[in-house]
């Protein structure tokens, strides 16, 4: 399944990272998405998504604030939308902007039933505008610069 915005804009996830040193002094990155509970749509297919970030808290959720727990909810569902794509999106060999494209779960008898239900559900008022996200998939986005804050 593909997730998205309803209005086609980027969003961000709420992210924790770390400079790990080895025994031998070897840095490694790490980092990790915080997760909460699943909202009602993603409640379909987990019991758990990624926090996603309101654009007015992004600079928060990067500030030294020591308490952002607020902010550790699902989003709305209202403002999100699911469409069912083909398996192929799970290699890294498959690198284009169709492997977003929407598959008609009816015929597809390669993705488990549950899924073809759950696209029939969903499939009316979860209709969307996946032009905006192709093109943005087609390009590379222009994000802001993100600054490390001080201190």
Request: net charge negative.
């Amino acid at each position: 399944m593909a997730i998205a915005m309803k209005s086609g804009e980027p969003f961000a996830l709420a992210g924790v990272w770390e400079i790990f040193r080895d025994q031998a002094g070897i840095e490694i990155r790490t980092f990790a998405i915080v997760t909460c509970a699943a909202n009602e749509m993603m409640a379909a297919i987990h019991d758990r998504m990624p926090v996603i970030l309101h654009p007015e808290d992004h600079h928060r959720w990067l500030s030294p604030e020591p308490d952002p727990n607020d902010l550790m909810k699902p989003f709305l569902s209202e403002l999100m939308m699911m469409w069912p794509i083909d398996r192929k999106v799970g290699s890294p060999k498959n690198d284009s902007p169709d492997i977003i494209e929407e598959i008609d779960t009816d015929t597809d008898l390669r993705l488990p039933s549950g899924v073809r239900q759950l696209s029939a559900v969903l499939r009316g008022p979860l209709s969307c505008p996946r032009s905006v996200i192709r093109e943005c998939l087609k390009s590379p986005c222009q994000a802001p610069e993100v600054r490390s804050a001080p201190g």
